[in-house]
């Protein structure tokens, strides 16, 4: 097991750099798409496609690929001390990735229906959390200050 371990971390973070990337994207597309674009315009419908195929195509599978890979790495005896609190506050992390992931996926539908109430301002503020989470769980894995 212990020879897995270094390919099963390389293939977590690559799996987390690009649900990353789609974090960091579409909350911005989102601010673009209610800011200026006409519900069943030619662009509405571009916009669509590009959030779909974002969350589907890349997001979906690259947050499914962290969290098997993540688990598969707890799955090897010594690699998390789960008696300090860098883990516990790593993982409150990542569960708040998540759960901002499945936000934004229902803010997909409403766009897509028209019912979004979300505006631009918001969604710009709220594609800062991605950035607080990643900062926090980065410094918990490496420096493991806790």
């Given at each position: 097991?212990?020879?897995?371990?270094?390919?099963?971390?390389?293939?977590?973070?690559?799996?987390?750099?690009?649900?990353?990337?789609?974090?960091?994207?579409?909350?911005?597309?989102?601010?673009?798409?209610?800011?200026?674009?006409?519900?069943?315009s030619?662009?509405?419908?571009?916009?669509?496609?590009?959030?779909?195929?974002l969350?589907?195509?890349?997001?979906?599978?690259?947050?499914?690929?962290?969290?098997?890979?993540?688990?598969?790495?707890?799955?090897?005896?010594?690699?998390?001390?789960?008696?300090?609190?860098?883990?516990?506050?790593?993982?409150?992390?990542?569960?708040?990735?998540?759960?901002?992931?499945?936000?934004?996926?229902?803010?997909?539908?409403?766009?897509?229906?028209?019912?979004?109430?979300?505006?631009?301002?918001?969604?710009?503020?709220?594609n800062?959390?991605?950035?607080?989470?990643?900062?926090?769980?980065?410094?918990?894995?490496?420096?493991?200050?806790?």
């Amino acid at each position: 097991m212990a020879q897995l371990y270094p390919w099963l971390k390389a293939l977590h973070i690559i799996f987390v750099i690009a649900w990353m990337a789609g974090l960091f994207y579409l909350p911005r597309l989102y601010a673009y798409h209610v800011d200026s674009i006409a519900k069943g315009s030619e662009t509405d419908q571009l916009f669509q496609i590009m959030e779909r195929r974002l969350l589907k195509i890349i997001m979906g599978p690259a947050m499914i690929g962290t969290w098997l890979a993540g688990l598969l790495v707890l799955g090897i005896p010594g690699a998390v001390d789960w008696n300090s609190w860098w883990p516990w506050i790593k993982a409150a992390a990542v569960v708040t990735m998540t759960c901002f992931h499945v936000w934004l996926s229902r803010k997909r539908k409403e766009l897509e229906t028209g019912r979004c109430r979300t505006t631009a301002l918001q969604f710009r503020r709220l594609n800062e959390l991605p950035t607080v989470l990643v900062i926090v769980i980065v410094v918990m894995v490496v420096v493991k200050p806790f």
